[in-house]
C-alpha cells in the first residue's frame, strides 16, 4: 500500500533554515503530485507549497512566497521542503500528500503520512 512520510523538523531559531523531506513508499510516488500542508495549534490544516509529476513548482502559499522552495527526486522517491528566513509564525506540524491532482485543498489529497513538527523560536 502507497505510503509517504514527512521528516526533518525540529527546532530553529527565527531566520534559520530547515529541508523537510517526504519519503514515498514506493515508485507510485512519481504518478502523483505531492503537496505540503501546515498545521499550527489551533488552527486550521493549511496549503503550503507542492510539485508536479515532472519537478515544476504549484504556487506557494503567500506567507511562505520567496522563503519555501519545493523539489522532487523521483530516483529516491522523496520531495524536499526547503524553508529559509523562518519565522515563529512558521511554527507548525507539516505534512505531505500526495494526489492525482493539484489543489490548495487538503481533502483533495488521497494520501497522507504522520507529520513532522517545525517550532521557531523568537
Known amino acids: 500500500r502507497f505510503s509517504c512520510r514527512a521528516s526533518g523538523g525540529g527546532l530553529v531559531e527565527s531566520g534559520g533554515s530547515l529541508r523537510l523531506s517526504c519519503a514515498a513508499s514506493?515508485?507510485?510516488?512519481?504518478?502523483?503530485?505531492v503537496a505540503w500542508f501546515r498545521q499550527a495549534p489551533g488552527k486550521e490544516r493549511e496549503y503550503v507549497s507542492g510539485v508536479d509529476q515532472r519537478g515544476f513548482s504549484t504556487p506557494n502559499a503567500a506567507a511562505v512566497e520567496g522563503r519555501f522552495a519545493v523539489s522532487r527526486d523521483n530516483t529516491k522517491n522523496t520531495v524536499y521542503l526547503r524553508m529559509n528566513n523562518l519565522m515563529p509564525e512558521d511554527t507548525a506540524i507539516y505534512y505531505c500528500a500526495a494526489g492525482a491532482s493539484f489543489s490548495t485543498v487538503a481533502a483533495t489529497y488521497n494520501h497522507w503520512g504522520p507529520g513532522t513538527l517545525v517550532t521557531v523560536s523568537s
Open positions: 514506493d515508485r507510485a510516488f512519481r504518478a502523483y503530485i
